[in-house]
């Protein structure tokens, strides 16, 4: 099977595993809004998103990190290291739980007990991603698509068997820690399954974790950055606008980020695609047909995106959100920027050029923020989707520009069986 052949069906495995996925999802909230009432179910988004902030922390990039050394070198010698720094800091991070959670304000009893519980769930989330990230490194995307499927079925599963009306905020934290738990052993079977040789390379120096923490610092900045930049406008515009004017771009926004699901699938698979250096001249080529069909797929989408966002926003928020038609068009054709973007932002980190991307982030986020200061008074909800659109805009032109300069297009990163350059340049 060619490269590009596997790339297309593992992204088709990934792409109907998060559509399950998000189905799983939908139906969770939909269960713990009707079973857990307005105050209830709010107390359990709090903690749910203070908790994915703490994975996503203490993660501290070293998911991508080893990603690519498993991708380019095969080995998974660093798998011991990467799963003790995302435990040290996950024990951190549950210690400043603990010292906090009695003094967050207007929080129960109840969800300050549930709070703590549920910052152990950033032991077996340690477990979990440390699993993934081996599965996606060794590029066996068929069971990394199973867990990212599983996790979610099993939540909604456990949910609607043993979560009913008047059970408890903290039944139901002890009831997703064990989901959690469930998951993390799982991912370690899968493992053992499909990359046997995972466990019999391990290899573990202390001093080697002092390394690895400096090498996961700019990956973590990165993604610390990304974050940002996807929050930034929703945030200002919460501080600068009315409410009302916040929930329309927040329907705008969220219709955008499904319409990249796709994206998110592709570049899954690609990533460690491309940190492979084994590569032969026909995978290059598929690398780079990969590449310029999914430019055309974004653009033929951004097209469908624009041209159907009235119906899109009729059908799944309502005739009040009429509004949101425009900032959604406008979102709608920041979408190739994006693709942009993304693909060679993985481009660079795939080649250890993190540099090159922090740079481009830290431009990219002062002018998002000094173009929201500028557009939001003035447009609202739509100042803010047109200060998104430049900024990509922007972002794409400042990524474009270093990649020409790179060293990868410029000299060709020669490679045993082919030539990085070669992949950018339209002559060959």
Not at 131 to 142: N, Q, V
Request: aromatic share 10%; hydrophobic share 60%; charged share 10%.
């Amino acid at each position: 099977m060619n490269l590009f052949t596997r790339i297309a069906r593992d992204s088709l495995w990934l792409l109907i595993a998060r559509v399950g996925a998000q189905a799983s999802l939908i139906v969770v909230t939909y269960l713990l809004a009707l079973r857990l009432g307005a105050a209830g179910f709010g107390e359990y988004a709090f903690l749910a998103a203070l908790i994915m902030i703490g994975n996503a922390l203490t993660t501290f990039g070293s998911d991508m990190h080893l990603i690519r050394e498993i991708a380019a070198e095969g080995n998974f010698s660093d798998v011991p290291s990467v799963l003790i720094v995302q435990l040290a800091l996950s024990f951190l991070f549950i210690g400043l739980i603990f010292l906090v959670a009695p003094y967050l304000p207007h929080q129960t009893p109840a969800s300050v007990l549930a709070l703590k519980i549920y910052s152990l769930a950033l032991i077996p989330l340690a477990f979990f991603t440390v699993f993934t990230s081996a599965l996606r490194g060794a590029e066996k995307m068929t069971a990394y698509a199973l867990m990212n499927f599983l996790l979610p079925l099993l939540q909604a599963v456990a949910i609607f068997f043993f979560i009913q009306r008047g059970t408890s905020l903290v039944t139901l934290i002890y009831l997703l820690l064990v989901v959690q738990t469930l998951g993390a052993i799982v991912g370690g079977i899968l493992c053992r399954i499909t990359i046997p040789q995972m466990w019999s390379g391990f290899h573990f120096t202390p001093g080697r974790i002092v390394s690895l923490f400096r090498a996961c610092l700019p990956i973590a900045l990165i993604a610390i950055a990304g974050i940002v930049f996807q929050k930034m406008s929703l945030a200002m515009l919460s501080l600068m606008s009315a409410a009302a004017t916040v929930g329309v771009f927040s329907a705008a926004l969220r219709v955008s980020e499904a319409a990249r699901m796709g994206h998110v699938a592709v570049f899954t698979v690609l990533y460690p695609a491309m940190a492979n250096a084994r590569r032969d001249q026909s995978s290059e080529n598929a690398l780079k047909f990969s590449w310029l069909l999914l430019l055309a797929v974004s653009a033929a989408g951004s097209l469908l995106l624009f041209l159907l966002a009235k119906p899109i926003v009729d059908i799944f928020f309502g005739a009040e959100y009429g509004a949101s038609v425009a900032v959604l068009k406008i979102l709608a054709l920041a979408l190739i920027p994006y693709t942009v973007n993304a693909y060679l932002a993985l481009t660079f980190l795939a080649k250890k050029q993190e540099q090159i991307i922090l740079q481009v982030m830290v431009v990219s986020l002062l002018t998002l923020f000094a173009l929201n200061l500028w557009l939001i008074p003035r447009a609202g909800a739509i100042g803010a989707g047109e200060a998104v659109l430049v900024t990509e805009i922007v972002q794409a032109i400042l990524f474009s520009l270093a990649w020409m300069k790179s060293p990868l297009r410029q000299n060709g990163e020669r490679h045993p069986k082919g030539v990085w350059h070669e992949l950018s340049d339209p002559s060959r």
